[in-house]
């Protein structure tokens, strides 16, 4: 056996030990490498999903949903006396005052509101029924309120939070279906299929309401990120409104190429206590993000986070573009509260952790 010459001997014990520490590291935080990577060179390789067919939207207060405003975004008034409900549907998680602010929001345009929830979230995690233990806070709503409780459970050997989640959203199909059979023949269903935080401006429904804008339309949202002070851009688009036919279901993935500009509000991760956070961060879809860094869960960090508009997983942006990436990563606190929703400004004391300057949660 050749012995190694001295000066290698001297070097080998450091390779080891850095080599072995590369490795810990490698294992440990795979997925946050895998994911810098990714996001990293995202602009080189992908471009952005979503609508791409965007309608101009005219709107200014006082403004009558007629003929002549249904033929500026190029479409029909509605027949007269032709019956139109709305049904908002929505999955309920933890946001309570979110859903406060988007009832009122919606209250003069829409006809019911449908909400299911569960004790457990995607992830399988047990989690309280926040809706069901708060239900008197929306008693002015009660009369269209049709609520479904769906049991939770583990998830199971080779199932994913992506499935419980699909089997949720199916939950509101079948819901909303059973209602419709109730309505007078002839009856036409308009449905808002979104997250509790997509919120559509009241005059955004009227304006379908009375418009006939074909079977189905995106929503261009207003981005906002922990409250209204972090503004990302015009780039949320999942929110779409379905002339329900017997093909319909309950979505919220892209049905069209077309979009309506400036529709609403889009407020991610708008939560008012530290421990909703938490509970959000592990138990919906993309829970993976935490990749075993429990770090990311620390209050301290997430109030910190929350304060500086940075990324909640200490991630880059999901961006198409180098200058999107580069935006995103150094927002600047909004100083205007033009253009929110009427009961968020009303109520501003009740709801000034999601109004520009009140980054500090509670718990």
């Not at 290698?8 to 810098?36: C, D, G, M, R």
């Not at 049991?151 to 199909?173: C, I, S, Y």
């Not at 804008?213 to 002070?229: A, D, K, M, V």
């Not at 206590?273 to 997430?302: C, Q, W």
């Amino acid at each position: 056996m050749v012995a190694l010459p001295r000066r290698y001997k001297v070097l080998l014990l450091p390779a080891l030990l850095i080599s072995t520490a590369l490795l810990y590291f490698v294992a440990e935080y795979h997925y946050q490498i895998q994911n810098a990577l990714s996001y990293a060179t995202r602009p080189l390789w992908d471009s952005p999903e979503g609508p791409k067919e965007v309608i101009p939207h005219y709107y200014a207060e006082q403004m009558k949903m007629d003929a002549a405003t249904c033929k500026l975004h190029g479409w029909q008034e509605r027949p007269a006396g032709s019956t139109v409900k709305v049904l908002d549907a929505v999955l309920m998680s933890s946001e309570l005052d979110l859903l406060e602010i988007r009832m009122n929001e919606l209250d003069s345009v829409v006809d019911f509101f449908f909400i299911v929830e569960s004790n457990a979230t995607f992830t399988g995690l047990p989690k309280e029924t926040y809706f069901a233990s708060n239900r008197a806070r929306y008693s002015k709503f009660e009369s269209k309120i049709v609520y479904k409780f769906l049991p939770g459970f583990p998830l199971k050997p080779g199932q994913t939070a992506w499935d419980v989640e699909a089997h949720t959203r199916n939950t509101m199909t079948f819901l909303l279906k059973s209602h419709m059979q109730k309505s007078p023949s002839g009856s036409k269903h308009l449905v808002i299929m979104s997250d509790v935080d997509e919120i559509p401006s009241h005059h955004t429904i009227s304006l379908l309401k009375a418009c006939d804008f074909g079977s189905s339309i995106h929503l261009q949202l207003r981005n906002y990120l922990y409250s209204f002070e972090w503004y990302i851009g015009p780039t949320s688009w999942r929110v779409s409104v379905h002339d329900w036919h017997q093909g319909s279901f309950y979505r919220h993935s892209q049905s069209g190429d077309r979009i309506l500009a400036d529709s609403g509000w889009h407020c991610s991760y708008c939560f008012r206590t530290l421990p909703e956070y938490v509970v959000k961060m592990k138990g919906f879809s993309h829970s993976d993000r935490i990749g075993g860094n429990k770090a990311l869960l620390d209050p301290k960090r997430i109030q910190q986070t929350i304060c500086t508009g940075k990324d909640m997983f200490d991630m880059l942006p999901e961006a198409y573009s180098y200058v999107d990436m580069l935006s995103q990563m150094s927002l600047q606190p909004l100083t205007s509260a033009v253009g929110l929703p009427l009961f968020l400004l009303e109520h501003a004391e009740q709801y000034r952790f999601l109004l520009p300057g009140g980054c500090r949660r509670e718990g």
